[in-house]
């Protein structure tokens, strides 16, 4: 038998979480408990805005507080933090980056295709009711995972974008098959959040939608410009290193020995890589070496460098690989990336590995999956249940 019963709620200034502890009795000569729930209900406060104001492209009507609106992109000046609430032409969307390259910032809540592709982005169009979000970020605070489902305005996201997502991006809430729909991007001096979460059609009717989007706004107030270190590829213009940046969308100048003095990273392959007597004057700075597919050449030189040797063994058939802890430089990678056992068959993820007195960041699993992914459904489900 249904049972309904109502009280009020406190008034909030500030998100708060109220556990709601139930004890349900039944009547069977004299009363029994039959079990004990406990819900966890999130309370909003009834008004929210952004604590700086707001620049809005777009109707500012949907929004439940005042802001000043621009007409154009070229109008917002250098360090401004703008709200995209409407799709841009092929112009609006040129316009945008170069004015966040000089270190605006931008909240985009509505799509554009000239954008999406400038940004070099696929994007899945569908309707999502349930988002996760795995990794730890300023605008994730407070916000629980449960929050992220059922919004009520039926969803949650209008779909999301393919990973894995190039350039200096960053996912943080994703939907559907793994797809991302909040993302972070560095571009120049200024910062992009790019959301596909229905918060334009929900700010004024869901509280988690308005909370989300006064944390993206309030987080891109709170960022400096940005400022990277000078990175410079040691490579020839037609090396395959030099064509997969270029594919990833990262932009670095081409360098040679004599240019190491003036670079913070090099990035170099194990066929291409500096003398040992100028990788020495180079770590003797404080540079950084970022070497992609070491060889046995590469592993001599360095060694001629480290207080210990290191080795670099081939491996081969690894379909797989795991984070080896939280650390920084790989925070954001979603595991799913790792994972290359595909149907059927598989690719190889990794070529070699390596021994010494390293600090290891992606590491080997010890389970192999490939014994349980290639087996049937049935076989699958009985393995659980045994």
């Given at each position: 038998r249904d049972v309904s019963f109502s009280f009020p709620l406190p008034d909030v200034e500030e998100k708060e979480v109220l556990e709601m502890a139930v004890t349900l009795w039944k009547e069977n000569k004299g009363w029994q408990k039959v079990?004990?729930?406990?819900?966890?209900?999130?309370?909003?406060?009834?008004?929210?805005?952004?604590?700086?104001?707001?620049?809005?492209?777009?109707d500012p009507a949907r929004f439940p507080f005042p802001a000043t609106v621009i007409r154009e992109i070229n109008s917002v000046q250098p360090f401004s933090v703008v709200v995209v609430a409407r799709?841009?032409?092929?112009?609006e969307a040129n316009d945008l980056l170069a004015k966040v390259e000089e270190g605006c910032k931008a909240l985009i809540l509505e799509s554009s295709p000239p954008l999406t592709e400038l940004l070099k982005l696929s994007f899945n169009?569908?309707?999502?009711?349930?988002?996760?979000?795995?990794?730890?970020?300023?605008?994730?605070?407070?916000?629980?995972?449960?929050e992220l489902s059922f919004w009520r305005g039926g969803k949650v996201a209008k779909g999301g974008y393919t990973p894995p997502i190039l350039g200096t991006s960053k996912p943080l809430i994703f939907c559907g098959a793994g797809d991302v729909c909040l993302l972070e991007i560095k571009r120049g001096k200024g910062t992009i959040i790019l959301s596909e979460m229905d918060?334009?059609?929900?700010?004024?009717?869901?509280?988690?939608?308005?909370?989300l989007f006064v944390k993206c706004v309030e987080y891109l107030h709170s960022l400096p410009l940005n400022d990277y270190p000078k990175a410079g590829i040691f490579a020839r213009p037609d090396s395959p290193l030099?064509?997969?940046?270029?594919?990833?969308?990262?932009?670095?100048?081409?360098?040679?020995?004599?240019?190491?003095?003036?670079?913070?990273i090099v990035i170099a392959?194990?066929?291409?890589?500096?003398?040992?007597?100028?990788?020495?004057?180079?770590?003797?700075?404080?540079g950084t070496l970022l070497l992609l597919a070491p060889s046995t050449e590469s592993e001599k030189t360095l060694n001629e460098l480290l207080p210990s040797p290191i080795k670099s063994i081939p491996y081969r058939d690894e379909v797989q690989l795991?984070?080896?802890?939280?650390?920084?430089?790989?925070?954001?990678?979603?595991?799913?990336?790792?994972?290359?056992?595909?149907?059927?068959?598989?690719?190889?993820?990794?070529?070699?590995?390596?021994?010494?007195?390293?600090?290891?960041?992606?590491?080997t699993p010890l389970t192999d999956w490939r014994k349980w992914c290639w087996q049937g459904e049935n076989v699958k489900t009985a393995g659980i249940l045994k």
């Open positions: 079990r004990e729930e406990t819900y966890r209900l999130s309370l909003f406060p009834k008004t929210l805005k952004p604590s700086l104001p707001l620049l809005i492209l777009g799709q841009l032409s092929s112009r169009s569908y309707s999502a009711k349930r988002a996760f979000a795995p990794f730890q970020h300023p605008i994730l605070r407070d916000i629980e995972e449960r918060i334009l059609n929900q700010i004024n009717q869901e509280p988690l939608a308005l909370f030099t064509r997969t940046f270029t594919a990833l969308g990262l932009e670095a100048p081409l360098i040679k020995e004599a240019d190491l003095q003036d670079f913070d392959t194990g066929r291409s890589l500096p003398s040992a007597t100028a990788l020495k004057e180079f770590f003797s700075r404080g795991i984070r080896a802890g939280k650390e920084k430089l790989t925070e954001g990678i979603y595991l799913d990336w790792l994972f290359w056992l595909e149907r059927g068959r598989s690719r190889s993820i990794v070529n070699r590995y390596f021994e010494g007195p390293i600090k290891p960041l992606l590491v």
